[in-house]
């Protein structure tokens, strides 16, 4: 078993027959993106018996470029997919900046808006990419589910009973929801989105295009007077674009099942951007890869109730302007196993050392993300962005530790 506190016994570890087992060892986890997907590395790591459910019938394609960042590269290094991380970064040259109409507002070779300064330690990738590089290494002894959901969660004092869509049921120790912003393991356990996802005023779609614009290594952003906008970027050696559009917006009620009707109330809302926007929406069409949703945060008293619990955007979504959702997710992860192993699968107690560990700092995310957007609106009116007072990303990535003891391991000499 790791034992990455260098202790040599673990408390709340059950002997039988003279065999030292781990209590709570089989987990469901429903969600086979970031979070999921590094919290089942980690499982295993620590001798859990691990299942991953994902609606997909395999890991999804396209996304936008992810960040790295801070405490969540010592995550990645541990996991031993650091390297091969690197050699996947998007390896951005520059950006530069165009207003509504497509007029060059300024460039710059020394940074990008969606991965920072080019020469830090930070790597941007794409979701895809990253994706991949976890399920290799979260791959052997993981039993995965690909193309089922939980659709029913009935809970005792031993353990979870978990329907699912196909129409089989089993049951398990413990389960973890890591099924992002529209958490189905939240909904069930917890109740309606509208009790803990909070929209922060605009929408966001992102798919795949070809490279009709001969970027290299580049990426474009158009920022319009009324806050629409976005991001186009090449990708894959310059053989596509990953496309990041967006527009400000109240609240609006849609079916989020219905890819269809999300890809007309998106050509519409931005059908008044000038430059190459409308021939990037015509490849909008048959972009396989199209996702919408609202700019949200989860916001949750706790993210635990009795042997479940959540990890990643299912409990405490920053939203992307934080620019942290990916290394918040592999932090949340990696310390919510730690302190399952610890506690020798004592889920009470581990589940509140996890909670304890993870609060502040998802508040400090939290938090960034809302003077980032802050900022950017500063930057889009013309007013001067550093006068928004709040925390910065440098400070922010890492505020947390992954050594600190875990608060639910005990030394017994």
Not at 30 to 42: I, N
């Amino acid at each position: 078993m790791v034992n990455p506190y260098g202790l040599t016994k673990w408390a709340n570890l059950h002997s039988v027959d003279g065999m030292t087992t781990l209590m709570n060892r089989r987990v469901l986890i429903s969600g086979a993106s970031v979070a999921g997907l590094t919290l089942a590395y980690w499982l295993r790591q620590h001798g859990f018996d691990v299942t991953v459910v994902e609606k997909a019938p395999a890991v999804r394609p396209g996304g936008q470029a992810l960040d790295v960042r801070g405490t969540a590269l010592d995550v990645a290094r541990r996991m031993g997919v650091l390297a091969d991380l690197r050699l996947a970064r998007t390896d951005m040259q520059g950006m530069s900046m165009v207003d509504g109409s497509g007029r060059e507002l300024h460039r710059t070779t020394h940074e990008t808006l969606s991965g920072g300064a080019l020469d830090g330690d930070d790597v941007e990738v794409l979701r895809d990419d990253l994706c991949d590089l976890l399920l290799d290494a979260a791959r052997d002894d993981v039993e995965y589910l690909f193309g089922d959901a939980v659709t029913s969660v009935i809970q005792d004092d031993d353990g979870v009973h978990v329907g699912f869509e196909t129409g089989s049921e089993r049951r398990f120790d413990l389960l973890v929801g890591a099924d992002g912003l529209r958490s189905a393991v939240r909904r069930l356990t917890f109740g309606p989105d509208a009790g803990f996802v909070h929209h922060l005023g605009s929408y966001v779609g992102v798919f795949t295009a070809p490279n009709t614009l001969d970027l290299d290594r580049w990426q474009v952003w158009i920022q319009a007077d009324d806050g629409s906008g976005g991001v186009v970027m090449s990708a894959r050696d310059n053989t596509e674009t990953r496309v990041y559009l967006g527009f400000p917006s109240e609240l609006i009620h849609y079916n989020y099942r219905d890819v269809d009707a999300q890809k007309h109330l998106f050509a519409g809302r931005l059908a008044h951007l000038g430059w190459e926007v409308p021939r990037l929406l015509t490849h909008m069409w048959d972009a396989p890869d199209f996702h919408f949703d609202a700019m949200s945060q989860v916001r949750m008293g706790t993210w635990t109730a009795g042997r479940i619990t959540l990890v990643g955007d299912a409990g405490y979504a920053g939203s992307p302007l934080s620019g942290q959702g990916t290394s918040v997710a592999m932090v949340g992860a990696y310390l919510l196993a730690a302190e399952l192993a610890a506690a020798g699968g004592d889920h009470r107690a581990a589940f509140d050392g996890y909670e304890r560990r993870m609060r502040g700092w998802v508040g400090q995310n939290q938090a960034l993300a809302l003077v980032n957007g802050a900022r950017l609106k500063a930057e889009g009116e013309g007013r001067d962005p550093s006068s928004i007072e709040g925390p910065v990303m440098d400070d922010v990535k890492h505020a947390i530790s992954l050594d600190v003891m875990p608060a639910t391991a005990r030394w017994r000499g």
